[in-house]
C-alpha cells in the first residue's frame, strides 16, 4: 500500500522558488573577471536566471542537451547553473585548467551544444574552435562589450542574450531523475569519464550537505566557496546556501590569491569557507606575512586532499577557525563524509580533537560506507584494518556517460569502488591512507603515503611534501620523501628525517629525502603523483 503523500519531484527549480520568496534580499557578491566587486541580491539573481532560462529556450535546445560552462566563480556562473538545469538542460562544467586535448574530448564526447565562457578563456576557445566544430555557438558571461575581438562564430554576450528577455518564467514539472548536470573526473590515468547528475540526488545531497553535523548552512551563514563551481558542483555549494538563504561570497579569478580572499572574508564577513589545502596555504601564509587575523570566519570545511595537521593547528591558533574536513569524489556528487564531533566528545583534550580534525570524517546519512581486503571480505570498524574503501547510496554514480556497462568501478553488488584505501574506527571517522594507485607497498605491509606526507608538513621547513614507492632489491618498494621548502628555510634531509623520528613507525621511515624547485599538480590542485613517479622512475637507492 503506497502513503498518502504529494509525489512533488525533488528539483532544484524549486530552489529558485522557495528562495526567491524567502531570502529575496539576502546578497551575493562575486568579484568577476570585469569588476572588482559586483553586489546583488537573490531577488535580482533570479530575474537573471528566469531571463537566461527564456533566452536558452530560443536557442532552440531541447530537454537533456548539455549546455557547457568555463568560467570562475561569480553570480552569472551561478545563474547558468539554475537557468539550465531547472530548464530541463544538462549543465556541463569545464576545468579551464585542464589539458586543450582533454577540453575537446569532453566537449565532444558531452555533444555540447552551447558553450558559456568567461571572456579571458575566449583565446583557449578559440585555439580549439576547429576541433568542437558541433558547438552550436558560444554565449561570452560578460558585458556586451565582451565578444568584440573575438574570431568565435555565432557568439554572443550573455548581457545582450538576456537583456530583452522576460524575468517570468514557468519552469517545466521535469523528472526528478532528469539529467541536469554533467562533470568529467580529471582523467588522470585514461579518458575523462563524465558523471552525470540528476535533480533528486542533486536536492538530497543538499539537505544532507547543510545538516547540523555537515555543514551546518543557515540563513545565517555568510559562505565563501572557493572550490571552483567548474568542479563537481562546488560541493554542492550553490544548492546547499540557496536552500537555507545563506550569503553568498565569490572570489572569480582571484581564487589563489591570498590577499583578496582576505579581504573578502573580513569585509563581507564570511563566517564559512570551503576549499581544497593549498588555497588555504596562500590564505594563511599571507595572513601570517601581514600579521593579520580572520575576525570573522567560524569555521572552515577543506577537502579535496588530505589536511596537514600544521594546517589545522593554524587555523585554531592564530585564527580561532575550526576545520572541519570532508572527503568525496566527483562520482559522489561529490560528498562522502565530513567531521563533526560526535555526542560524548565534549572531554576530549585539544590534542585528542586534532587527531580526529585529521581524518577524513563521519558517513552522512545517504553514503553507506565500506571497507573491504584483497578478496572483496568486509574488514571490521577498528580504526587498524585498511583496505578499499565503497561506497552507496543516492548521490553516488551507478554508470558514467555514454560509457554504459563499463562501470569498471563498480563491485558485482552494487557498490562503487572509491579507489581510496581508507580505516574506519569505531566511532565510524573515516581516515584515508592512499589512493590504491598511490599505495607503497614494502615488504608485504602497506605505507601510508598520506600520513608521512602530513606529518612531515609540519616542518616548519616545509612547504610541500609527497611521498612516492621507489623500487628496492629486498623490500620490493620503499618510500621517498619529496620536499619543497618553505622559501629561504634551511633545511637538510637530516633536519626533516629527525622530526619524523617518533612520529611514524619506524619502518615507515623515508629511504632518501629530496629537495625539489616544485611538485607537480593536476588541474584540481591536487598533487600529482604520476608525474613524480616518472620523474623519478630511475631514481636509485
Ligand atoms: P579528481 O582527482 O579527478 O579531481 P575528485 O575531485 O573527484 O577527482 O577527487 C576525488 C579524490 O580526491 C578522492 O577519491 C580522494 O582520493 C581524494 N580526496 C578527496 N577528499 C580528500 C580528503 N579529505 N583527504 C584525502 N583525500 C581526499
Redesign the pocket.
Same mark, same amino acid.
Given at each position: 500500500m503506497h502513503g498518502l503523500m504529494m509525489d512533488t519531484p525533488l528539483l532544484i527549480s524549486s530552489i529558485v522558488e522557495h528562495a526567491d520568496i524567502n531570502f529575496h534580499d539576502r546578497e551575493i557578491v562575486s568579484v568577476t573577471a570585469d569588476e572588482s566587486l559586483h553586489r546583488y541580491t537573490y531577488k535580482e539573481c533570479f530575474q537573471r536566471v528566469r531571463k537566461l532560462a527564456n533566452a536558452l529556450e530560443k536557442l532552440g535546445l531541447s530537454e537533456g542537451d548539455r549546455v557547457a560552462t568555463m568560467a570562475w566563480n561569480d553570480y552569472r556562473h551561478l545563474e547558468s547553473y539554475y537557468a539550465i538545469g531547472g530548464a530541463g538542460y544538462v549543465c556541463h562544467t569545464i576545468n579551464p585548467r585542464l589539458f586543450p586535448e582533454q577540453i575537446i574530448f569532453m566537449i565532444n564526447h558531452a555533444e555540447d551544444k552551447w558553450l558559456m565562457i568567461d571572456p579571458m578563456f575566449i583565446p583557449l576557445i578559440e585555439k580549439i574552435a576547429s576541433q568542437i566544430s558541433d558547438v552550436k555557438g558560444f554565449i561570452v558571461m560578460g558585458d556586451e562589450g565582451s565578444t568584440k575581438d573575438t574570431t568565435l562564430k555565432n557568439v554572443i554576450s550573455y548581457e545582450a542574450l538576456i537583456k530583452d528577455e522576460s524575468d517570468q518564467f514557468e519552469w517545466p514539472l521535469l523528472d526528478e531523475r532528469a539529467a541536469m548536470g554533467l562533470c568529467y573526473?580529471?582523467?588522470?590515468t585514461g579518458d575523462p569519464k563524465g558523471v552525470l547528475y540528476n535533480h533528486r540526488a542533486t536536492i538530497l545531497h543538499a539537505y544532507a550537505l547543510i545538516a547540523p553535523d555537515a555543514m551546518n548552512l543557515s540563513n545565517r551563514d555568510c559562505v565563501l566557496p572557493v572550490v571552483p563551481l567548474f568542479?563537481?558542483n562546488s560541493w554542492g555549494s550553490p544548492y546547499g546556501a540557496m536552500m537555507v538563504g545563506a550569503k553568498i561570497v565569490y572570489p572569480g579569478p582571484k581564487m589563489a590569491d591570498g590577499e583578496t580572499l582576505y579581504n573578502l572574508m573580513e569585509e563581507e564577513k564570511v563566517t564559512v569557507s570551503l576549499g581544497v589545502p593549498t588555497v588555504w596555504l596562500v590564505l594563511l601564509q599571507y595572513a601570517a606575512k601581514n600579521n593579520l587575523k580572520l575576525n570573522n570566519l567560524q569555521r572552515t570545511i +577543506?577537502?579535496?586532499?588530505?589536511?596537514p595537521e600544521s594546517m589545522i593547528r593554524d587555523f585554531h591558533d592564530n585564527h580561532d577557525v575550526f576545520v572541519q574536513?570532508?572527503?568525496?569524489?566527483?562520482?559522489m556528487t561529490?560528498l562522502g563524509t565530513v567531521m563533526s564531533m560526535k555526542h560524548g566528545m565534549e572531554d576530549l583534550t585539544h590534542d585528542e580533537i586534532i587527531a580526529l580534525q585529521t581524518k577524513?570524517g563521519r558517513g552522512m546519512f545517504g553514503v553507506e560506507m565500506r571497507i573491504v581486503d584483497d578478496n572483496q571480505a568486509i574488514l571490521p570498524w577498528d580504526g587498524v584494518a585498511f583496505g578499499a574503501l565503497q561506497v552507496r547510496g543516492p548521490w553516488v554514480c551507478s554508470d558514467y556517460y555514454r560509457l554504459d556497462g563499463s562501470a569498471d568501478a563498480h563491485t558485482g553488488d552494487g557498490w562503487f569502488d572509491?579507489?581510496?584505501v581508507a580505516k574506519i574506527d569505531p566511532e565510524g571517522y573515516m581516515q584515508?591512507t592512499d589512493?590504491t594507485k598511490d599505495v607503497i607497498k614494502s615488504g608485504g605491509e602497506w605505507i601510508s603515503s +598520506?600520513e608521512i606526507e602530513n606529518t612531515a608538513m609540519g616542518h616548519p621547513g616545509v612547504a610541500e611534501a609527497a611521498v612516492i614507492g621507489v623500487a628496492h632489491e629486498k623490500w620490493t618498494e620503499r618510500p621517498i620523501l619529496i620536499v619543497v621548502k618553505v622559501k629561504d628555510a634551511s633545511v637538510d634531509k637530516q633536519d626533516i628525517l629527525s622530526f619524523l623520528e617518533g612520529k611514524i613507525a619506524k619502518w615507515w621511515m623515508p629511504d632518501d629525502v629530496i629537495f625539489i624547485e616544485e611538485i607537480p599538480h593536476?588541474?584540481?590542485g591536487?598533487i600529482k603523483k604520476t608525474a613524480l613517479r616518472e620523474q623519478f622512475i630511475d631514481f636509485k637507492l
Open positions: 573526473t580529471s582523467g588522470t568542479h563537481v +577543506i577537502g579535496g586532499a588530505a589536511v574536513q570532508a572527503w568525496g569524489m566527483t562520482e561529490p577524513q572509491t579507489g581510496d584515508i589512493r +598520506i593536476t588541474a584540481t591536487k
